[in-house]
């Protein structure tokens, strides 16, 4: 028994020990997405931050494709020792179970969650020769225009809400796959596809130069206040139509808990400052940080919620 308690009291002493001197090397955040995307702009500003704390380099390497199962693969089987971490998404560990038929690392066992760190609104946008100028009129171009309009989807966000939209207006809009928001708003802007749900983030200066107009926005709520004159297509023509991208660091499954509480309480002290969160509102993102407890049911359950709409509009796993 006393041996027992010992190697027990030991483990308990190593583990406080990593955690205190994590981390000891570079830390490396994937980004399942390109370069460019919402995700990306926002997890290049929290490794700037965390640089501080760590007091080691935070690299942050863009892995897009497939969704972003590409990434979340490469950090399902990287070490479990905190060294490596996913930023992921309400694509990677919501969606893509209803998206991906061959996924290749399962969103609950292959990863610990350590903490979400924003949520994102986004625009409804449309190529500027396309003759609406808000989303009643999109779709009533829709209806005397059957089969002409196609909307570019570079991440689950953009593409359960250009199927939502369709669905709930009566429109027909052709689905067109990126990699990611960036590669799907060059086409809107070269005026090959129509229309996009692209997040705030990686499409707030094509809309302020005016490469592609804005009809609306998409909150949880309210109107954003990045663009107050904007309604939202919840009040403007789709009643209830809401939805938010989130971003949220996972590390892989066995990574010790000490490690994944301290990794957490350093991005919580990022988010809490009045810089941070001003930061990222400038980039169409809003600070929300939700520890390991709290993130873990909530993954669970936005599995469950996104597949579900998913099958609901009739998206099969390709």
Not at 48 to 75: D, T, Y
Not at 151 to 158: D, E, H, K, L, V
Not at 196 to 222: C, E, N, W, Y
């Amino acid at each position: 028994m006393k041996k027992i308690i010992t190697l027990c009291a030991l483990l308990v002493s190593c583990l406080s020990v990593s955690a205190q001197s994590f981390p000891s090397k570079p830390v490396r955040i994937v980004v399942p997405f390109g370069p460019g995307s919402g995700a990306d702009i926002a997890t290049r500003y929290l490794a700037q931050q965390l640089e501080a704390g760590f007091k080691q380099s935070v690299i942050v390497e863009n892995k897009p494709g497939a969704n972003g199962a590409i990434g979340a693969m490469a950090v399902a089987r990287a070490p479990a020792d905190g060294l490596t971490l996913l930023m992921g998404t309400n694509s990677t560990h919501g969606a893509n179970p209803g998206l991906v038929a061959k996924l290749g690392y399962d969103p609950i066992k292959d990863f610990v969650p350590v903490c979400m760190v924003g949520v994102f609104g986004s625009f409804l946008v449309v190529h500027p020769s396309l003759p609406v100028r808000t989303p009643a009129e999109l779709v009533a171009y829709g209806k005397a225009n059957p089969d002409k309009l196609s909307f570019a989807a570079g991440n689950t966000s953009s593409l359960i809400m250009g199927e939502m939209f369709a669905r709930s207006t009566g429109i027909r809009m052709l689905r067109v796959p990126y990699t990611s928001n960036p590669l799907g708003l060059t086409d809107v802007i070269a005026g090959r596809v129509q229309v996009m749900f692209p997040d705030i983030a990686s499409s707030q200066v094509h809309v302020k130069s005016g490469s592609v107009r804005a009809l609306g926005v998409v909150t949880l709520g309210d109107r954003t206040p990045l663009a107050p004159d904007l309604p939202t297509v919840s009040e403007s023509t789709v009643p209830n139509f809401h939805f938010v991208g989130w971003i949220g660091l996972f590390a892989p499954a066995g990574t010790p808990a000490p490690v994944v509480q301290k990794i957490a309480a350093d991005v919580q002290k990022v988010l809490t400052q009045a810089d941070a969160v001003q930061r990222l509102q400038q980039l169409g993102a809003e600070a929300k940080w939700m520890g390991p407890t709290e993130y873990s049911p909530f993954v669970a359950n936005e599995v469950k919620r996104l597949t579900g709409i998913l099958a609901d509009i009739g998206v099969q796993p390709q």
